[in-house]
């Protein structure tokens, strides 16, 4: 069934994968109704999904450096947009992006737009153009665009900052998920979560990678969307969600007006745990600046197209205008779910607080939401939290905290769905803080094996040999990885956003000047890797010690200001040196024209 | 001017065009969100809230297939086009 024509049989393997695993679902829910206890069934949701993806991981194992690299670039538009979704939506998308939304509203919002907007970049300005150089690496494309060691050098560097930065993030994820599914400390978990990504890549590289991500996205998306199709029909909020929901939107806004926003005092709040948070902004109106929602959403954009993992996906379709439609596909799947989280967050936050809802909490005693189990489970996992602050022994919306996971975790469980729900979402999550992680984690040790390894260090080596390296700095990174994220300290969505900055720093200028500006030489790209890089990081260390910022640029948008400086010394350098030689030259016209060969040839 | 040149001013064209559409609805039509929140948009919500959670993120995934779609006219028109399938 695998072998041979794979490609061909695509939609069929896929399709059968979807149908087993809804098939499981069913088996999951009967066996609940049965008797089988709630730690039982997150046992078998995530040991099975996991189980699924070693197997496809070990399916796809390569000796070969195209199909390790690149999946032997004859990865379908369609499938290629899936794994990408996948490789793009990570644990913090699923689990901590309708929190976000919930919390903070039009502020949060940014970040979708600034998600999905950059997708437009990559399309027009990258991806097509990266696709017909024929890369390994996107260092690969700089090193050789550029030349020079040190140029390929400065782009692993920035590469492996951001790329690292952001994987922690994503190994403490599936740390969290694996812990409480099957009940593990959370370091222990962190090494699971480890070796079940390590399982996905290490045999087949990027050829496994994408026929798990595919795998992961399938997993992913039915769990965040059977959810919220779900709750909203059972609350009667309409069938379809997304299109029917003003009225509950409204209906936020008119209780926000009744209840009003009330500011707890210091000593207040030193009672709530840590990481908590109370309904403080609105969730339907504008309540930030133009500059703060702008900027946010301008630095993810520009952090979008200059993230190595993605752009590496681009190079496995089968042609430059293959790789174009897919970035339209990527964006189409990542749509499903982003689109689907600000409704989730409505639903989560209307049935909590809406007193007329049978699940309203806020208007009734605190001793009785004390009583309720769900809340009792969730006060225990530290996610929620009640106090009387003014003492008049009911719940008021200031005395109600919960922590940003809940709104995808605990609302199912509130609205009263089966815990087989809770079960396919823990499965969910762990789809897709693995499927980031992997693509990271392979970026990171690609970038290391192919251009530090072989293309500086010894170009000599045979294929056997380097992909021993490359499985080797794996491991490593991996464990590099959890190790730090054991040590937890930094929460998940910053250090996400975090990678974003880091990333266009560094690399959004060098990338699209090398595409866009043919005078751009090597003096000035390693110039605008480098200060962009030191001036962006600097920035963050100077706002993070209490430094005040400028011009409103905050640790959250400090690329801004990185790549302003990648910017302007990159040209600046570029033209007080000499113009790249006729071969560069000629070498980017080619790049420009989609038909014909390939830059670097089909093995490098 | 050569065919090749010819080729990659009609990309540029198709370039800025997509950058405008793109820049109007990632960050042009932020700049009045608090007064766009005051109409009702689509399906009932309010306008700003509805470009945050689906106009937005809707039209950027139509302009990249239309994108995609004119630069392989473009290709095509030049005799740029690859052979073979997707």
Known sequence: ?604 | MSKQEQHWEKSKGLLMMTLAIWFVFSIGIFLFGAEMNEVTGPFGYPLTYWFTCQGSLGIFVILIFWFANRQEKIDEEFGFSEKGED
Request: with cysteine; proline share 3%; charged share 10%.
């Open chain 1, 1 to 604: 069934m695998i072998k041979g024509n794979f490609i061909d049989n695509l939609p069929k393997v896929y399709g059968i994968y979807t149908g087993g695993f809804l098939a499981f679902i069913i088996i999951m829910s009967i066996a609940e109704q049965m008797g089988v206890t709630a730690k039982t069934i997150g046992i078998c949701f995530v040991a099975f999904t996991v189980a699924i993806y070693a197997i496809i991981g070990y399916l796809s194992r390569t000796a070969q450096a195209d199909a390790y690299y690149v999946a032997g670039r004859q990865v379908p538009t369609v499938f290629n947009g899936m794994a990408t979704a996948a490789d793009w939506m990570s644990g913090a998308s699923f689990v901590a992006m309708a929190g976000g939304i919930y919390f903070k509203g039009y502020g949060y919002m940014a970040l979708l737009v600034g998600w999905t907007g950059g997708y437009v970049l990559v399309a027009s300005l990258l991806a097509p153009y990266l696709r017909k150089f024929g890369c390994y690496t996107v260092p690969d494309f700089i090193g050789t665009r550029y030349g020079g060691n040190l140029s390929r050098f400065m782009a692993v560097v920035v590469l492996t900052v951001a790329s690292f930065t952001y994987v922690t993030a994503q190994i403490n994820a599936t740390g969290t998920i694996a812990s409480v599914a099957l009940d593990i400390p959370f370091q222990y978990a962190v090494y699971v979560g480890l070796v079940s990504i390590l399982l996905c890549s290490m045999l087949g590289g990027m050829r496994g990678v994408t026929w798990t991500q595919v795998a992961q996205y399938i997993v992913l998306i039915i769990a965040y969307l059977l959810p919220v199709f779900w709750i909203s029909n059972k609350m009667g909020a309409g069938f379809f969600p997304h299109f029917m929901l003003a009225d509950e939107v409204s209906r936020i806004a008119e209780l926000e007006a009744q209840f009003g926003f009330v500011k707890n005092s210091a000593e207040n709040l030193k009672e709530v745990p840590k990481g908590l948070a109370g309904i403080t902004k609105a969730h339907s109106a504008v309540n930030a600046t133009p500059w703060a929602f702008i900027s946010l959403a301008l630095a993810m954009m520009m952090g979008t197209a200059s993230l190595p993992h993605v752009m590496m996906r681009y190079f496995t379709t089968p042609s430059v205008k293959a790789a174009r439609k897919s970035v339209g596909w990527s964006l189409f799947f990542i749509f499903l779910l982003y689109s689907s989280a600000p409704m989730l967050a409505t639903l989560s936050k209307l049935s909590l607080i809406d007193p007329s809802l049978p699940t309203g909490i806020i208007g009734k005693s605190i001793s009785e939401v004390q009583a309720i189990d769900w809340y009792q489970n969730w006060n225990q996992a530290n996610l929620m939290f009640v106090s009387d602050f003014n003492g008049n022994g009911t719940l008021e919306l200031n005395e109600f905290f919960m922590g940003g996971k809940a709104v995808v975790l605990a609302t199912p469980e509130i609205a009263g769905l089966p815990y087989v729900i809770s079960g396919l979402v823990a499965a969910g999550g762990m789809a897709a803080a693995m499927s980031t992680a992997d693509g990271l984690i392979l970026a990171i040790a690609n970038a290391i094996s192919h251009d530090v390894y072989y293309k500086i260090i010894d170009p000599k080596a045979e294929t056997a040999k380097r992909l021993v390296v490359a499985r080797v700095l794996l491991v490593v990174i991996g464990f590099a990885g959890a190790t730090i994220a054991a040590l937890e300290i930094q929460g998940i969505l910053g250090s996400v956003i975090w990678a974003f900055d880091f990333a266009m720093s560094g690399l959004f200028f060098p990338l699209v000047l090398g595409v866009w500006w043919k005078r751009a030489n090597k003096e000035g790209a390693i110039a605008g890797m480098a200060l962009g890089l030191i001036s962006g990081a600097g920035y963050l260390v100077w706002v993070r010690n209490g430094g005040s910022g400028f011009l409103g640029i905050t640790q959250l948008t400090f690329g801004i200001f990185g790549s302003a400086v990648s910017l302007v010394s990159m040209v600046v350098v570029s033209l007080i040196t000499s113009a790249p030689s006729a071969a560069t030259q000629k070498m980017v016209d080619e790049v420009r024209v989609p038909s014909g060969k390939s830059i670097l040839g089909k093995q490098h």
